[in-house]
């Protein structure tokens, strides 16, 4: 078992339970190289490798943990073998085995192979048992014994026959599921260059009004434009990346980040008589994060909070270090406000409010943007909101602990 709290090891090692009473031993090597019981007498079970392809950060979170406490504790008749693999150091196994997410448990042995993705894992191998356990039975039995046709058992050819339409359906599934999810990247790639191409527009607007000079206009000019050209390489890259693999995390200031987006959104707030209230501590720790896609996070928000507070409304951002491991930043408006039945909705793809769809621009992908990006993190973003009462939106940021530092 692994202490709590503590991530899960990725490598070739493999987590065995081989019928003997009280037995639980990692096996040295890879799926390929399965090591049989070393006990002669004990009784012959039919193997199950399984291969858990789970990030670092996936690894330390409980439905992955409670997976594999799982595995290692329970006794469901076979011989079982788990490999964990992490995807940034094999990134081949997502095309392999054609993974449109993870983490993700694959059933390699008995065939036909079967792909489990997402944050219910523990379930679904849960679900899927007792038909492996079914099959299990009756393949002990033989190929000549067959059940009786009148007591309407089914026999081990139709179980598998039955068993392959399942997992046929489930890779049509998945394929579906991956379209859509490059569909969805495709989206919010495309959002994010009206970031800066705005910043690029409200700074020629102002060196036009002469409340910035050339070298402050060249400045966000070639910072815009390096947005740009990362963006072109992310869309480059739809077709064959998953989302996740798009980010750089790396130890980063978050108060400068939100001061600098603040800044840049200075055309959207001045002039209009709004109240902007900043709550930034100077001892903040810094935090675990894309700093590009952070950034990105602030922008969307604090555009959102502009657009929908009216001419001497307010808007107010702070950012606290609420625990030893999170950053919580809230950007609040005096805006119209959020129905509580739609404060789950409105950070789905393509989602835009009626009660404010025909007097504001948009697409509706915005905050399915911030959503992914700090699901993406670890984090989670939230809505506290009251019709006519505006609202204000929550993220958390994971602080900088050492994460991926060699």
Not at 19 to 32: C, F, K
Not at 208 to 220: E, P
Not at 347 to 357: E, G, K
Request: hydrophobic share 40%; proline share 6%.
């Amino acid at each position: 078992m692994h202490p709590a709290g503590d991530s899960i090891p990725a490598g070739n090692d493999l987590i065995r339970r081989d019928g003997t009473e009280g037995l639980e031993a990692p096996i040295q090597g890879s799926v390929d190289g399965w090591a049989e019981p070393d006990d002669d007498d004990s009784p012959q079970r039919r193997r199950l490798k399984l291969l858990l392809v789970a990030g670092t950060h996936h690894r330390a979170s409980a439905d992955v943990r409670s997976l594999v406490a799982f595995l290692e504790r329970e006794d469901f008749g076979f011989e079982v073998g788990l490999e964990l693999a992490d995807p940034a150091q094999r990134p081949e196994l997502l095309e392999l085995h054609r993974l449109v997410a993870t983490p993700a448990l694959i059933k390699l042995e008995p065939a036909p192979k079967q792909v489990f993705a997402g944050n219910m894992l523990l379930q679904q191998l849960r679900n899927w048992l007792p038909r492996w356990q079914q099959l299990e039975v009756v393949s002990g039995l033989g190929m000549s014994l067959r059940p009786a046709e009148s007591d309407g058992s089914r026999t081990q050819r139709e179980l598998q026959l039955e068993d392959q339409v399942l997992v046929l359906r489930q890779e049509n599934e998945t394929l579906i599921e991956r379209l859509r999810g490059q569909e969805r990247l495709l989206r919010m790639v495309a959002h994010e260059l009206r970031t800066p191409l705005t910043a690029s527009k409200l700074a020629l607007q102002s060196l036009n009004l002469g409340q910035i000079d050339q070298t402050r206009f060249r400045d966000v000019l070639d910072r815009r434009l390096d947005d740009i050209e990362q963006l072109s390489k992310d869309l480059l890259e739809v077709g064959t990346t998953r989302w996740e693999a798009l980010f750089n995390p790396q130890r980063i200031a978050l108060g400068p980040l939100a001061a600098e987006a603040i800044l840049e959104l200075e055309k959207r707030w001045v002039g209009r008589g709004l109240e902007l209230i900043t709550d930034i501590p100077s001892d903040l720790p810094d935090v675990y994060a894309d700093q590009r896609r952070m950034r990105q996070v602030f922008l969307n928000l604090l555009e959102n909070a502009f657009k929908y507070t009216p001419d001497g409304g307010k808007v107010r951002m702070a950012i606290f270090h609420r625990t030893s491991q999170w950053i919580e930043v809230s950007v609040c408006d005096s805006g119209p406000g959020i129905p509580v039945d739609e404060q789950e909705r409105i950070f789905q793809d393509r989602v835009r409010l009626p009660q404010t769809s025909s007097t504001t621009s948009g697409f509706g992908v915005g905050l399915s943007v911030c959503r992914r990006i700090t699901e993406v993190h670890g984090g989670r973003i939230w809505v506290v909101s009251e019709p006519d009462e505006g609202a204000c939106f929550y993220f958390t940021v994971p602080v900088w602990d050492g994460q991926g530092a060699s």
